[in-house]
């Protein structure tokens, strides 16, 4: 869920849905924006850019909707040694962008995009299940992100489909392509994103002192949204300077061709907050980066990676971004029994700045969104579920940085919860929400926040009971 969902067994480069949607830490592989692209052509600055990606080839085969068992790799086709050698001549070019030599050889994989479909499923699938889909669906209807029942495994298979267009294996070394579309400007604009990643994975040392494993980020998931924003806006960011630099007239020319019939029905059709959680290790990735070697260059952007960021409140903020550290707040993990029987506990961890923003964007103007949430110092949640009578239980305790934030996210909660449930009731200094099926509650007291959701009154007060609020600081 929120905390494993952001947790990783491997950090491929395709385009498949980020926390709080299901599957391991993953490596987008970005080509361009048709927003680059004219930027490119007209000398502008490009601002935030949200990635895209070349499509499969159209007799590509769906994903099935359950777990591979484990199967052969494929056997690689035969790479044209002309692709060959502009692979390496992209390679040198990313090296002389980047400031980064690799240490050792990797391979290239030329397989068909149906090879590299199971590739990707199989790996990336391997830790996660419909079961756990289905459970990360609830968390995400609680918040109010999706309509209850959301078919989350389906949205992430049909995207595997739809998207994938290539990725760098760290754990093996191996950089797959996709076989039967050439080697023109997409392909060539994605290749130089992802021997960043090749480039990067051997510089820096993810699984011991980054802690990119699902043991280091199961408990921390914010810190690793933040450490892949970091590494997706490294390599967007050379991809950039690269077609900048040194793309050619074909390969704007065919990059105008193919975004001019680009389209990703899948990804358009998801809701609204989960298209900008999938986008944000790209946009906002992107922009931190960006900032980052506005300050000293890639020089500046390896420092990062010594002393990397801690959250996602660090990706939106990165100004003194070292300094704003997330707060942990003492709160006890609660039973699943309290609640009665037939109650288990379905997640917990930590909700983070900008998730908050899209839980609050769902009923509000966006720009309030955005103010309400911005004052964000830390939180924690816990999530609960009945199977037997399909309905669940949440709660979130947030502290702020300042009084004048905490009321400012007070209200905005009020108001979302008003636009969500209906005209709430103020009871003892509490706002209460009393629906059919749901029941709400919300809390404020010094700098800090508690929103409570649950089926009915006594499930909130069950909870509400066992809590000390406000928490104490950790």
């Known amino acids: 869920m929120l905390s494993r969902l952001r947790s990783s067994a491997c950090r ?49 085969p769906r994903p099935s909707a359950t777990p591979r068992t484990q199967a052969a790799a494929p056997t690689p086709l035969r790479l044209d040694p002309a692709v060959v050698e502009q692979m390496e001549e992209i390679e040198n070019q990313v090296q002389a962008l980047r400031g980064l030599r690799p240490s050792q050889p990797f391979e290239r994989h030329l397989v068909t995009a149906g ?34 029942g959301f078919d989350l495994w389906g949205l992430a298979t049909a995207l595997y489909a739809e998207q994938v267009a290539g990725f760098y294996d760290d754990d093996a070394g191996v950089m797959y392509a996709v076989a039967g579309s050439g080697f023109g400007g997409p392909a060539r604009l994605t290749y130089a994103h992802e021997y960043v990643h090749a480039l990067q994975d051997q510089a820096f040392d993810f699984d011991l002192e980054l802690r990119l494993s699902p043991a280091g980020c199961e408990d921390d998931g914010l810190r690793c949204l933040a450490l892949q924003s970091l590494i997706e806006g490294d390599a967007s960011l050379v991809e950039e300077q690269w077609l900048r630099t040194y793309a050619t007239e074909a390969d704007i020319e065919q990059l105008l061709t193919f975004y001019g019939v680009f389209e990703s029905p899948v990804f358009d059709s998801m809701p609204p907050a989960l298209q900008e959680r999938f986008l944000f290790p790209y946009e906002q990735g992107l ?28 990706i939106l903020h990165p100004v003194g971004y070292r300094q704003d550290l997330p707060v942990a707040l003492s709160v006890p993990a609660l039973e699943a029994t309290l609640l009665g029987g037939g109650w288990r506990t379905l997640d917990s961890g930590s909700l983070g700045e900008f998730d908050f923003r899209l839980v609050l964007a769902e009923a509000l103007e966006p720009d309030r969104a955005v103010l309400a949430s911005e004052g964000w110092g830390g939180d924690t949640y816990q999530a609960f579920y009945n199977d037997g009578q399909d309905h669940g239980a949440l709660l979130i305790v947030q502290i702020w940085d300042t009084i004048r934030d905490s009321q400012d996210a007070f209200l905005a909660w009020r108001d979302y919860n008003d636009q969500r449930f209906g005209e709430h009731q103020l009871v003892e200094g509490a706002y209460l929400w009393p629906t059919d099926g749901a029941f709400a509650q919300l809390e404020r007291a010094s700098n800090q926040t508690l929103w409570l959701l649950g089926p009915d009154a006594s499930s909130v007060e069950a909870m509400r009971g066992a809590l000390t609020f406000p928490a104490a600081k950790q």
Do not use: K, M
């Not at 692209?37 to 935030?48: D, E, H, N, R, Y």
């Not at 990336?124 to 609830?138: C, E, F, G, K, W």
């Open 12 to 60: 491929h480069d395709v385009r498949i849905p980020r926390p709080p949607l299901p599957g391991v830490f993953v490596r987008l592989t970005t080509t361009i924006t048709a927003a680059l692209l004219a930027s490119v052509l007209t000398g502008g600055c490009a601002g935030l850019l949200p990635p895209t990606n070349t499509p499969t080839a159209p007799d590509t």
């Open 115 to 148: 090879d590299l479909a199971g590739l990707i499923e199989q790996d990336l699938l391997a830790a996660y299940s419909p079961d756990q889909a289905a459970d990360d669906s609830r968390l995400l209807a609680l918040l109010g992100l999706v309509e209850p």
């Open 287 to 314: 922009a931190f980066v960006r900032w980052v070697h506005r300050q000293g260059g890639w020089a500046q952007v390896d420092q990062v990676y010594q002393q990397p960021p801690l959250s996602d409140e660090n």
